[in-house]
Protein backbone atom coordinates (compact mmCIF):
# COMPACT_ATOMS: atom_id res chain seq x y z
CA UNK A 1 0.00 0.00 0.00
CA UNK A 2 1.66 3.58 -0.91
CA UNK A 3 0.41 6.50 0.96
CA UNK A 4 1.01 9.89 -0.73
CA UNK A 5 0.49 14.03 0.43
CA UNK A 6 0.01 16.52 -1.44
CA UNK A 7 1.00 20.20 0.83
CA UNK A 8 -0.85 23.06 -0.41
CA UNK A 9 -0.07 26.22 -0.52
CA UNK A 10 -2.27 29.08 0.46
CA UNK A 11 -3.80 30.54 -2.67
CA UNK A 12 -3.38 32.95 -3.97
CA UNK A 13 -5.76 35.59 -6.43
CA UNK A 14 -3.81 35.74 -9.34
CA UNK A 15 -7.46 34.60 -11.34
CA UNK A 16 -5.50 32.12 -13.67
CA UNK A 17 -6.41 28.68 -12.37
CA UNK A 18 -4.16 27.10 -14.86
CA UNK A 19 -1.09 28.93 -13.46
CA UNK A 20 -2.12 28.16 -9.91
CA UNK A 21 -2.24 24.56 -10.41
CA UNK A 22 0.93 24.44 -11.83
CA UNK A 23 2.25 26.02 -8.92
CA UNK A 24 1.17 23.27 -6.47
CA UNK A 25 3.86 21.14 -5.27
CA UNK A 26 4.15 18.22 -6.55
CA UNK A 27 3.11 14.64 -4.75
CA UNK A 28 5.20 13.12 -2.09
CA UNK A 29 5.27 9.16 -1.64
CA UNK A 30 5.48 9.26 2.53
CA UNK A 31 4.50 5.41 3.04
CA UNK A 32 5.09 2.27 1.21
CA UNK A 33 4.56 -1.19 2.29
CA UNK A 34 1.59 -0.56 4.79
CA UNK A 35 -0.10 -3.64 6.20
CA UNK A 36 -3.53 -3.20 4.75
CA UNK A 37 -5.54 -0.28 2.61
CA UNK A 38 -5.62 3.00 3.55
CA UNK A 39 -9.64 4.41 3.90
CA UNK A 40 -8.91 7.29 5.05
CA UNK A 41 -7.10 10.68 5.79
CA UNK A 42 -7.36 13.64 8.46
CA UNK A 43 -4.77 16.09 9.33
CA UNK A 44 -4.80 19.73 11.22
CA UNK A 45 -1.20 20.35 9.31
CA UNK A 46 1.32 19.05 7.13
CA UNK A 47 2.93 17.55 10.55
CA UNK A 48 -0.34 16.14 11.99
CA UNK A 49 -1.44 13.49 9.57
CA UNK A 50 -3.91 11.09 11.02
CA UNK A 51 -4.30 7.78 8.96
CA UNK A 52 -6.90 4.85 9.45
CA UNK A 53 -7.82 1.54 7.18
CA UNK A 54 -8.10 -1.77 6.85
CA UNK A 55 -7.05 -4.83 9.07
CA UNK A 56 -5.38 -7.30 6.67
CA UNK A 57 -5.01 -10.22 10.26
CA UNK A 58 -2.77 -8.19 12.30
CA UNK A 59 -5.00 -5.25 13.31
CA UNK A 60 -6.38 -1.86 11.31
CA UNK A 61 -4.10 0.20 9.90
CA UNK A 62 -3.38 3.61 12.07
CA UNK A 63 -0.77 6.02 11.81
CA UNK A 64 0.04 9.09 12.81
CA UNK A 65 2.55 11.46 11.02
CA UNK A 66 4.61 14.03 12.22
CA UNK A 67 6.03 15.65 8.94
CA UNK A 68 8.75 13.17 9.13
CA UNK A 69 8.26 9.76 10.93
CA UNK A 70 5.28 7.21 10.85
CA UNK A 71 3.91 6.12 14.47
CA UNK A 72 1.87 3.51 14.94
CA UNK A 73 -1.58 4.09 17.16
CA UNK A 74 -2.14 1.36 19.55
CA UNK A 75 -5.38 0.03 21.12
CA UNK A 76 -7.40 -0.72 18.34
CA UNK A 77 -9.39 -4.00 18.39
CA UNK A 78 -9.21 -6.02 15.18
CA UNK A 79 -11.58 -4.93 12.29
CA UNK A 80 -11.62 -2.54 9.43
CA UNK A 81 -11.76 1.60 10.17
CA UNK A 82 -13.81 3.09 7.65
CA UNK A 83 -12.88 7.01 9.09
CA UNK A 84 -11.31 9.11 10.60
CA UNK A 85 -12.39 12.91 11.68
CA UNK A 86 -10.48 15.74 14.18
CA UNK A 87 -12.32 18.51 15.91
CA UNK A 88 -8.84 19.68 17.03
CA UNK A 89 -8.87 18.17 20.80
CA UNK A 90 -9.87 14.80 19.72
CA UNK A 91 -10.81 12.14 16.78
CA UNK A 92 -13.11 10.31 15.94
CA UNK A 93 -12.74 7.05 13.95
CA UNK A 94 -15.35 4.40 12.89
CA UNK A 95 -15.01 1.46 11.68
CA UNK A 96 -17.06 -2.58 11.16
CA UNK A 97 -18.24 -4.43 13.50
CA UNK A 98 -20.38 -1.37 15.33
CA UNK A 99 -17.31 -0.05 16.64
CA UNK A 100 -17.03 4.22 17.08
CA UNK A 101 -13.38 5.49 18.81
CA UNK A 102 -12.95 8.54 20.37
CA UNK A 103 -9.19 9.62 20.92
CA UNK A 104 -8.29 12.10 22.86
CA UNK A 105 -5.23 14.11 21.60
CA UNK A 106 -4.07 15.92 25.02
CA UNK A 107 -3.73 12.72 26.73
CA UNK A 108 -3.63 10.22 24.37
CA UNK A 109 -6.55 8.63 25.89
CA UNK A 110 -8.61 5.99 23.30
CA UNK A 111 -12.15 5.38 24.44
CA UNK A 112 -14.15 3.10 22.38
CA UNK A 113 -17.64 1.47 22.04
CA UNK A 114 -19.45 -1.02 20.10
CA UNK A 115 -23.00 0.45 19.22
CA UNK A 116 -24.30 -2.66 17.20
CA UNK A 117 -22.39 -5.53 15.99
CA UNK A 118 -24.17 -5.95 12.99
CA UNK A 119 -23.32 -2.22 11.49
CA UNK A 120 -20.08 -0.86 10.13
CA UNK A 121 -19.85 2.64 10.68
CA UNK A 122 -18.63 4.73 7.77
CA UNK A 123 -18.84 7.99 9.05
CA UNK A 124 -18.03 9.66 11.97
CA UNK A 125 -18.10 13.60 12.86
CA UNK A 126 -18.22 15.93 15.97
CA UNK A 127 -18.16 19.77 15.72
CA UNK A 128 -15.84 20.10 18.57
CA UNK A 129 -17.70 20.55 21.61
CA UNK A 130 -17.57 16.68 22.80
CA UNK A 131 -20.61 16.09 21.21
CA UNK A 132 -20.85 13.32 17.74
CA UNK A 133 -22.49 11.75 15.43
CA UNK A 134 -21.58 7.97 13.80
CA UNK A 135 -23.33 7.13 10.62
CA UNK A 136 -23.50 3.61 8.70
CA UNK A 137 -25.74 0.57 8.16
CA UNK A 138 -25.77 -3.15 8.23
CA UNK A 139 -23.96 -4.56 5.00
CA UNK A 140 -25.34 -8.24 5.30
CA UNK A 141 -28.99 -7.16 3.94
CA UNK A 142 -29.55 -5.52 1.01
CA UNK A 143 -32.12 -2.39 2.09
CA UNK A 144 -33.55 -1.12 5.40
CA UNK A 145 -30.34 -1.03 6.76
CA UNK A 146 -28.76 2.43 7.43
CA UNK A 147 -28.31 3.88 11.08
CA UNK A 148 -27.33 7.17 12.62
CA UNK A 149 -26.01 7.47 15.98
CA UNK A 150 -25.43 10.68 18.16
CA UNK A 151 -23.34 11.39 20.91
CA UNK A 152 -24.19 13.94 23.89
CA UNK A 153 -20.87 13.74 25.75
CA UNK A 154 -21.88 10.30 28.02
CA UNK A 155 -23.64 7.83 25.80
CA UNK A 156 -24.68 7.30 22.09
CA UNK A 157 -28.21 7.10 21.49
CA UNK A 158 -30.09 5.90 18.28
CA UNK A 159 -32.02 8.60 16.06
CA UNK A 160 -34.91 7.78 14.10
CA UNK A 161 -34.09 8.84 10.12
CA UNK A 162 -36.76 9.68 7.89
CA UNK A 163 -38.37 6.70 5.83
CA UNK A 164 -36.34 7.30 2.46
CA UNK A 165 -33.17 7.13 4.26
CA UNK A 166 -34.11 4.21 6.91
CA UNK A 167 -34.95 1.93 3.13
CA UNK A 168 -31.35 2.28 1.94
CA UNK A 169 -28.22 -0.36 2.84
CA UNK A 170 -26.64 2.74 4.71
CA UNK A 171 -24.85 6.19 5.12
CA UNK A 172 -21.80 6.65 4.26
CA UNK A 173 -20.50 9.85 5.33
CA UNK A 174 -21.86 12.78 8.37
CA UNK A 175 -20.71 16.07 7.92
CA UNK A 176 -21.89 19.65 9.23
CA UNK A 177 -21.87 23.03 11.38
CA UNK A 178 -22.74 22.42 14.18
CA UNK A 179 -25.03 19.90 16.59
CA UNK A 180 -28.19 21.92 14.93
CA UNK A 181 -26.80 21.84 11.63
CA UNK A 182 -25.50 18.27 10.18
CA UNK A 183 -25.58 16.61 6.72
CA UNK A 184 -25.86 12.97 5.80
CA UNK A 185 -25.39 11.17 3.06
CA UNK A 186 -25.43 7.67 1.74
CA UNK A 187 -26.31 4.76 -0.80
CA UNK A 188 -29.52 5.34 -3.64
CA UNK A 189 -28.27 9.07 -3.48
CA UNK A 190 -29.78 10.28 -0.18
CA UNK A 191 -29.34 12.60 1.49
CA UNK A 192 -30.35 13.95 5.02
CA UNK A 193 -30.19 17.19 7.21
CA UNK A 194 -30.51 17.63 10.96
CA UNK A 195 -31.86 20.90 12.23
CA UNK A 196 -31.00 19.78 16.11
CA UNK A 197 -34.29 18.19 16.47
CA UNK A 198 -34.81 16.18 13.24
CA UNK A 199 -33.58 14.42 10.57
CA UNK A 200 -35.54 15.41 6.87
CA UNK A 201 -34.94 14.16 3.72
CA UNK A 202 -33.60 16.27 1.04
CA UNK A 203 -33.92 15.76 -2.64
CA UNK A 204 -31.46 15.62 -4.81
CA UNK A 205 -30.67 16.20 -8.28
CA UNK A 206 -31.64 12.60 -10.32
CA UNK A 207 -29.78 11.94 -13.38
CA UNK A 208 -31.42 9.76 -15.85
Given at each position: ???????????????????????????????????????????????????????????????????????????????????????????????????????????????????D???????????????????????????????????????????????EV???????K?????????????S????????G?A??????????
Amino acid sequence: MLLLLLACPEPTDSGDSADSASDLPPWRDVAENLPGAVLSVWGSAADDVYVVGADAGTGPVAFHFDGATWTALPGFDAGDLWWVSGDGARLWIAGAGGRVFRLDLGTATLTSWVLDPEVTFFGAWGPGDGTAWAVGGNTAVPSDAAVAYTFDGAAWTPVTLPAEVTAQYALYKVWGNAQDDVWAVGSGGVSVHWDGTAWSFVDTVSYA
